[in-house]
C-alpha cells in the first residue's frame, strides 16, 4: 500500500452506524482511549455502512467501521477485528432479551416462549444470509422454522397456545436483530396462536417503549457493555429474561488486505 498512514487513506473517518447504537458510544470511547483524537466517527445506519464497505471492498480501497458479530457481511467478506488491547468494546457480549414489567402476569405463554427463546450465531446466520441474498424477512422466517422442528418444540414446549392475544416487539434495524424478530414473530404467531406487531426504533426508543411498555418485549439489548447506558436509565423499569445469544462481539473491522491489526496502528 502507499505510504501514507491508514489515516489519511481513509481521512480519519470510522464508517459507523445509527447514533443511538451502543457501539457508537464504544467507538467514542475507543476515541479517546487510544488517543485517536484527529479521527471522526460517521454517524449512519447499518444499511448505509455495509453500502459503503460494499463499493470500498469492489474497489479494494481501505475502510474501517464498526462491526459486530454474528453478521452476514463476515461471510460475504474477508474482514478482521482490529484488536482491542484496552477493551474499549469489552469482553465476550450477549444479546438479552427485555420485557415490560408485568408481562408475565399478563401474557404467561409470551413470557415463558421470550424466556426460552436462545439460539446461535450459526441458526441466526441462515436467516440473516437468507434475507441478505433477497428473501423476504418473514420466509427467511418460515423457512428457518421448517428446517428446524426440534428447536422450535424445544422454544415452545409445555405452552399452551393462545387465541389471538395481541404482543408488540420493539427491535433495532441492525441485520442481527432483524433475523430474531423475524423468527420471533412467526414462531409467536405460526405455533402459539399470537398477533405480533413488530415497533421497528433506534435503540433509545426501543429501550424506552418497553419501560414504558409501549412494546412488550425487545430481542435487541446487547449486554453487559454495549447498552450498559440504557440499562442503567431503566434498571428496574424492565425485566431481563436473560440471553437470547451468547458469544457475541462489536468493535472495529477492516477489510483483510487493510495493514492493520489492532486499534493501536490507527494513531498516525
Ligand atoms: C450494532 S450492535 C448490533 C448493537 C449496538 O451497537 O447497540
Redesign the pocket.
Known amino acids: 500500500g502507499s505510504d501514507a498512514s491508514l489515516g489519511d487513506q481513509v481521512g480519519h473517518k470510522i464508517i459507523g ?1 445509527d447514533p ?5 458510544t ?1 467507538t467514542q470511547k475507543a476515541i479517546e482511549d487510544y488517543g485517536l483524537s484527529d479521527w471522526n466517527l460517521v454517524e449512519g445506519s ?1 444499511a448505509a455502512m455495509t453500502a459503503t464497505l460494499d463499493k470500498a471492498i469492489k474497489k479494494e480501497d481501505p475502510i474501517v467501521i ?1 462491526g ?1 458479530t454474528p453478521h452476514w457481511m463476515f461471510s460475504k467478506y474477508d474482514l478482521k477485528y482490529l484488536e482491542d488491547p484496552k477493551k474499549s468494546y469489552g469482553e465476550a457480549e450477549e444479546i438479552h432479551t427485555i420485557a415490560r414489567l408485568g408481562l408475565k402476569e399478563d401474557q404467561p405463554e409470551a413470557y415463558q416462549f421470550l424466556s426460552n427463546f436462545q439460539w446461535t450465531e450459526e441458526e441466526m446466520g441462515e436467516v440473516m444470509i437468507a434475507i441478505q441474498d433477497g428473501k423476504p424477512e418473514a420466509q427467511a422466517a418460515t423457512d428457518f422454522i421448517a428446517a428446524h422442528p426440534d428447536r422450535v418444540a424445544e422454544w415452545t414446549d409445555g405452552i399452551t397456545p393462545v387465541d389471538g392475544n395481541e404482543i408488540t416487539l420493539a427491535y ?1 434495524a ?1 441485520d ?2 432483524i433475523a430474531s424478530f423475524n423468527v420471533v414473530q412467526q414462531i409467536l404467531q405460526d405455533k402459539l396462536g399470537f398477533k405480533v406487531k413488530g415497533l421497528q426504533v433506534d ?1 433509545g426508543p426501543m429501550w424506552l417503549g418497553v419501560a414504558q411498555g409501549d412494546a412488550d418485549a425487545s430481542l ?1 439489548a ?1 449486554l453487559p457493555l ?2 450498559a447506558d440504557y440499562l442503567s436509565q431503566y434498571e428496574g423499569k424492565i425485566e431481563d429474561l436473560g440471553a437470547n445469544m451468547t458469544g457475541v462481539k ?1 468493535g472495529l473491522v477492516v477489510p483483510a488486505y487493510v495493514d492493520a491489526n489492532s486499534i493501536e496502528d490507527l494513531v498516525s
Do not use: L, P, Q, R
Open positions: 452506524i443511538g447504537a451502543g457501539i457508537m464504544a447499518g464498526t459486530w433495532v441492525w442481527s436483530e435503540a435487541a446487547w454495549t447498552h462489536t
